[in-house]
């Protein structure tokens, strides 16, 4: 059960805002300098570039792999990302067999940048170690209607943050591929999205649209990630922080763990009206939380997600929801909606105004445990669930489990329709069932070491 201090502090989390204010915009004090009608190349417009100047950028294609300055500098086109076009010469997403000089990608700030704005700009066919399309390793650069297309990397095929912070509105991420981060990553310092879309990026490692390190924050709002592929963690990998508000990932894949957002161990998240549709993994087809991470999430929908166990969403950390919705999630062995996490005792779940609805698995079609830390779920609905073996709502072993307002409606299963609970802690206050009973009994509560209280539990110490 979820104390006054850990309600608070979850209020206080999914109240904060999951990013900055955008940054103020750059009013222009320098010099215009246009390209190709003062300086031919962008490079030499670049050199020639003093603090606060401005380069506008004609329509093109421009095969130019650029060093940015250490002073402020706005790059714009004049014509939009459809036309102007910087190339780094890269057409296949793996790295060059042979280049002369090492390679760093179409744009590259270093450590001393100022603060640089590109806008309307199309950034294709880079490759580099950190950074296909464009690396950050100081200032800040806040990049606004562009487009980072076949940009290939280690890490952020299009876009990799090693310090400092990048800030991308209404941006596209597309066919961009990376060991990890296939759209962008952040080793260290800031990623701020707003309004932009990360579309069949693929990563060989972790983050098939977006990966943070241990040292990276991401925070996104109004974000879309789709058709995004990775061997884990399919649209995100998280191993530092990630704040996401409406935001969707749809259609994301994974090998491993996390269809469509994965936090691995010490890492934590926000999530805040957050869409998972159609996501697959063979764990956690919308999301998996590792031993160790923490998430809490208000106002999220998982929907049409699949996996081998947690069709929606598998933890074995700590995880917090406050009006989660999960429908028409199936998983071919445990735990349709959710799989709470299989011998970890950190596996702490407590979900309060939940609708899991329509889900189906072997065994536990909405929630299972089998033997794990503790669950709470308190107004929940429970309905049109299907379970081919066990537990048409909940299948639960050595489980310290709070039901309160609980409520199963037309569930199925071979054996026990709605509740199968094996020994564990099992508090259960104004819990109801309606609908047919399908094999042996509606509820199954037995072995050694059970222990079941009714009413209000006072506490679970």
């Given at each position: ?14 109240a ?24 031919p190349?962008i ?9 606060n ?28 990302p ?21 390679t ?30 464009l690396?950050?390793?100081?200032g ?16 952020g ?12 509105q ?7 591929g990376?060991t ?7 080793i ?5 999205l ?25 925070n996104a ?20 922080r ?9 259609h ?13 161990a ?30 809490t999430?208000?106002?999220v929908?998982?929907t049409?997600?699949s ?13 917090t ?7 028409a999630?199936?998983?071919?062995e ?42 709470t ?6 309905a ?8 048409g ?27 199968f609970?094996?020994?564990?802690r ?17 509820f199954?509560?037995?072995g050694?070491n ?9 506490s679970?110490h």
């Open positions: 059960m979820l104390d006054g201090v850990t309600w608070l502090f979850l209020a206080l989390v999914l904060a805002p999951c990013t900055s204010e955008p940054t103020t915009t750059v009013h222009h004090r320098g010099r215009s300098i246009r390209v190709p009608e003062d300086y190349s490079a030499e417009a670049l050199a020639a570039s003093g603090p100047d401005r380069i506008l950028i004609g329509s093109g294609t421009y095969h130019e792999r650029l060093e940015l300055p250490d002073h402020d500098i706005m790059l714009i086109s004049t014509d939009g459809e036309v102007t076009m910087l190339d780094g010469g890269s057409n296949s997403l793996r790295p060059p067999l042979h280049f002369r000089h090492p760093h990608g179409v744009l590259r700030m270093g450590p001393y940048a100022g603060h640089v704005t590109i806008q309307g700009l199309t950034i294709q066919h880079g490759w580099s170690n950190e950074g296909g399309g690396r950050v390793a100081g800040s650069v806040t990049a606004k209607n562009c487009h980072f297309k076949r940009c290939d990397s280690t890490f095929g299009g876009v990799c943050v090693l310090g400092g912070r990048a800030e991308l209404h941006c596209t991420l597309v066919d961009c990376a990890f981060g296939g759209g962008v990553a952040a260290t310092g800031s990623v701020y707003a309004n932009t879309t990360i579309e069949r990026c693929v990563a060989q490692a972790s983050g098939g649209g977006t990966w943070c390190d241990n040292g990276g924050t991401l709002t109004d974000c879309t990630w789709r058709h995004c592929h990775a061997s884990q963690a399919g649209g995100l990998g998280i191993q530092g990630v704040c996401l508000e409406k935001c969707s990932v749809q994301c894949r994974s090998d491993g763990y996390g269809g469509g957002l994965q936090l691995t010490a890492a934590s998240g926000a999530l805040r009206s957050v869409k998972f549709g159609e996501n697959q993994a063979a764990k956690g087809g919308g999301i998996a939380v590792a031993a160790g991470a923490d998430l999430g208000e106002h929908v998982i049409a997600c996996a081998d166990q947690g069709g929606g969403l598998s933890t074995l950390g700590g995880s929801f406050h009006h989660l919705t999960i429908r999630c199936n998983a071919n445990i735990g349709g909606a959710i799989a709470l996490g299989r011998a970890h005792p950190q596996a702490n779940l407590d979900i309060t105004h939940s609708t899991l609805e329509h889900n189906h698995a072997q065994y536990g079609a909405a929630i299972y445990g089998d033997p794990t830390g503790a669950l779920l308190i107004n929940a609905v429970l049109h669930n299907h379970a081919e073996a066990q537990g709502g909940v299948h639960l072993h050595g489980v310290d489990c709070t039901l309160k307002d609980v409520h199963f409606t037309d569930n199925r299963s071979a054996n026990t329709t709605d509740v609970f094996r020994d564990g099992l508090f259960l206050n104004n819990v109801t069932r309606v609908g047919p009973v399908f094999g042996i009994q509606a199954s509560l037995d050694p059970l222990e079941v209280r009714l009413g209000t539990p006072a679970r």
